[in-house]
């Protein structure tokens, strides 16, 4: 049994606990959303640094194709010089020009051919991270919505909590309540009211003095503990 002030302090206690709770919940919500919003940038970043690595590679292969092109015009260029030519060393000069350009257009078709192949393995690694990041995406997406609809009835129930403290704390008077939010604001973890069990105090765990146990015993009037400040009550 305790003195029936106290009693309503409790249940006040208990209702404010719950507020807290879910407040503290719906503070933490934004934050998850956002760390979840960050794992999505992620995502999208690494897929689209795949796709511009692709791109790059086909701007390669387009320069190479380019460059045996321009080869090839310019071996069809001398060839057409040669036919010109009368001096046997003009001729000469031209043929090493050619075989020159011929040599460089088998190195840049084996440069293409390597490019050809490193295409085909990012299209193939493009494939696989797209559908990856799809799936994720997909996950990470689902878990924000739940988080927003969490938000939404968090909110509701904090309301209902709200007003549940409200209403029985019409019934605590009005010194005990003022007293009730000041010591909530000066203690660092919850519990506020606290049981005396054995001389000491449930919040600290330490004993009180003899003055304060006999007055917290006759639950007449509101007791604090002399070390941690939280207000005490006695279960006789
Ligand atoms: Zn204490």
């Not at 959303?33 to 692709?54: P, S």
């Not at 460059?67 to 310019?74: G, I, N, P, S």
């Not at 051919?113 to 799936?135: M, R």
């Amino acid at each position: 049994m305790v003195a029936d002030w106290i009693q309503k302090l409790l249940i006040l206690q208990d209702r404010d606990t719950r507020c807290d709770s879910i407040r503290r919940q719906l503070d933490d919500i934004p934050r998850e959303i956002q760390k979840e919003e960050v794992a999505i940038g992620q995502l999208e970043f690494a897929l689209a640094e795949k796709e511009n690595g692709l791109k790059a590679l086909e701007v390669r292969r387009l320069e190479l194709e380019g460059d045996v092109a321009e080869a090839e015009e310019h071996i069809i260029k001398y060839k057409t010089q040669q036919m010109q030519v009368k001096k046997n060393e003009e001729f000469t000069a031209l043929e090493n020009e050619i075989k020159n350009l011929q040599s460089s257009i088998s190195d840049l078709e084996d440069k293409e051919l390597q490019v050809l192949e490193d295409i085909e393995l990012y299209q193939s690694e493009l494939e696989k991270l797209s559908q990856l990041t799809k799936e994720q995406k997909h996950t990470l997406e689902a878990h924000i919505q739940l988080l927003k609809d969490n938000f939404t009835s968090f909110q509701s129930e904090l309301k209902a909590a709200g007003e549940a403290v409200e209403a029985c704390a019409k019934e605590v008077d009005e010194s005990v309540l003022q007293q009730y939010k000041y010591v909530k604001g000066q203690v660092k973890r919850p519990p506020v009211v606290v049981q005396l069990e054995d001389g000491r105090c449930q919040g600290c765990h330490l004993k009180v003095s003899g003055d304060i146990e006999s007055t917290t015993r006759r639950g007449k009037e509101l007791v604090r503990c002399d070390s941690c400040g939280r207000i005490l009550y006695f279960d006789r």
